[in-house]
């Protein structure tokens, strides 16, 4: 049932273009593991190896803080409709930030979405599925306009603000490097 790979192939890479929601996994050296429901149009395949997904601003930055020490990254795929798969992303990770050279040219890969805070760029080390034969059947009912409004309503220098007071340390007190001079 279950498939290992070492990189992505063309019906895997399909297969993650009609999701609409995606969870990444990360955890540092000790503390809290962490594990995030992304969506919004904001995971895209580079090439069979690399993957990058755009993170929005939220309550807490543990990825960031994740990465900055160990860059370990799992991310998985479920399928809710009508044929069972769960897929997993294993890799090595990195954060590009809006002062980063990279930014621009990752960051015209997605929709415009305000309050763009990182992207995290996967080199892939394995891939797996694995039958999800246990997950139920979900229809996607739409997207959430919630966080795109309050990044509207706060702005870029409200965002900015928030990210000084809320996302510049994880729940561990491990430094997230979202302000950091390059």
């Known amino acids: 049932m279950a498939e290992k790979f070492h990189t992505l192939n063309d019906k895997l890479i399909d297969f993650i273009g009609r999701q609409h929601l995606f969870f990444v996994g990360t955890a540092g050296a000790e503390g809290f593991v962490n594990v995030s429901p992304k969506g919004m149009d ?16 939220g309550s807490g930055n543990e990825s960031a803080a994740h990465v900055l020490e160990n860059g370990r990254m799992t991310i998985m795929f479920c399928s809710f409709d009508k044929q069972p798969l769960i ?3 294993y890799g090595h990770a990195r954060a590009v930030h ?16 305000p309050g763009a ?3 995290f760029v ?8 694995s039958c999800g034969y246990a997950v139920p059947y979900y229809a996607l009912k739409g997207e959430r306009p919630t966080l795109t409004k309050w990044a509207e309503k706060h702005g870029p220098e409200g965002i900015q603000n928030y990210w000084s007071e809320k996302n510049l340390k994880s729940l561990d007190g491990k430094d997230t490097g979202l302000l950091e001079e390059p």
């Open 42 to 57: 904001s995971f895209r395949v580079l090439d069979a190896s690399r993957v990058a997904w755009l993170n929005l601003t």
């Open 122 to 129: 996967v080199d892939i080390v394995m891939v797996m599925t």
């Open 87 to 89: 897929l997993r992303i």
């Open 98 to 113: 809006p002062r980063d050279a990279q930014w621009p040219e990752l960051l015209a890969l997605f929709p415009d979405h």
């Open 117 to 119: 805070r990182q992207i």
